[in-house]
């Protein structure tokens, strides 16, 4: 049979997708060669080339765990097609499935579970009880019991090893008495819901290295927007958060796959000779949906010298969820974990400190007309713009002309803009400046 990798990187270049590798080298895998297909915020699946069946029920705890619908086996003449939602499995030749990629994707996304539940909305519905227990105030103590239960369910421990995991972690309030009150009282509860999950149709086993590794951008980005918007969370469609004329941030968040795409562009753009030490900045960081993937992106790619990844966000709540995302990520780097650094501050990235100077800034920055925020931030945004723009200016555009100024001289800018910054005649004269100052690699609409 062809070469497994080979048969992976073919599928997503035929289908436009991204992928990355499902299991770590810690994970005890079977035989074969297991990938993540992603494809914004929907449409992902599991993806395993194998010469014998995966054993029963593994790929649907795979899909499950890692938060996608599907999950798809690929042998030597069979392309077996499973769900986590009890419907079994669908086998199809594959000579006929190759030859027709983009049919065999479209019954794909038409099969979507039944069943409303994921293991996202199962994590939310941990993070509102938590809050809903919490002092009314106290939303902080409800994120890092949250965040605590995810570790300890990582580490395999059981309320004794509080210390050492907010050691690990970089995150003292694991240790924090009243954190360690509220994180016991829903023990129970956490793993009732996540563990072997009920009421789906179908014996999963939810395996928390899967979660961690692959659901973790769309579970701390909604535990996020719950703990912003102190509301009943729906479930992730990667929708901006609530923007009130005056008081807003123009706050929104990143499917990883959205993610991982911007990141491969920054990297092919950069060329082939990486150098031995990366700086990777994203000033707008939310929980570390783009840092995460690039780190994912330079593991695929056998980088083995050292990366710093830095993060800036104005968000209290931000900041926790994005370094224990990072640090899991950092255990798992295959080139052990002191070749990379992990530098997340509370820092409004706006204001007159200079950002580090970075081989590649990624981000998805605010979104907003700059006459819709408060006081504050519209000052400080029309500062870096200057007189280059007029009329409606978006608070994004502040970000990458910040950018701009802060990337280092070979360095690569990836970034998510609203199309009103490409379309608006008032931005004409900041796009001409733009184009005078960098040069301009990719541009892709995505809607």
Known sequence: MEISKNIAARWARELGMADTRLLSNDDNAPNGFHRLMLNGSEGNFGFSVVEAPLS??????????SDVSSYVEVRADVVTVAHWDARGSSQYDRSAVEANLDRFYVRVLSSKPRVLASVASLSSDILRRLISAASTTDTATALFAFLYLFAEWREHTIGTASTRLAKKYGLQRFDDPEVQKLAKAYYGHFHNLLDKPTGIGSALTTLPTLVLRHASPIVFQQAHMALEQRGDLDLFMAAPAKLGKGTGTGAHFTPPGIARSVVEQ???????????????????CGSGAFLLEALRSLADLNFSGHVSVVGYDISDNSIPLAQLALQIARDEWPGGSDKVSINVQKRDALNSEEWIPADFIVMNPPFAPLVELNSEMRTQAQAWLGRSVSGRPDISMAFVERAVRSVKERGVIGSLLPTSAFRLVSAERWRRSLAERVSMRCLASLG
């Open 266 to 284: 920054a990297i092919a753009a950069f060329g082939s000779e990486l150098p031995d030490r990366l700086t990777i900045l994203d000033p707008a």
């Open 56 to 65: 029963n029920g593994t790929p649907q705890s795979w899909a499950w765990s």
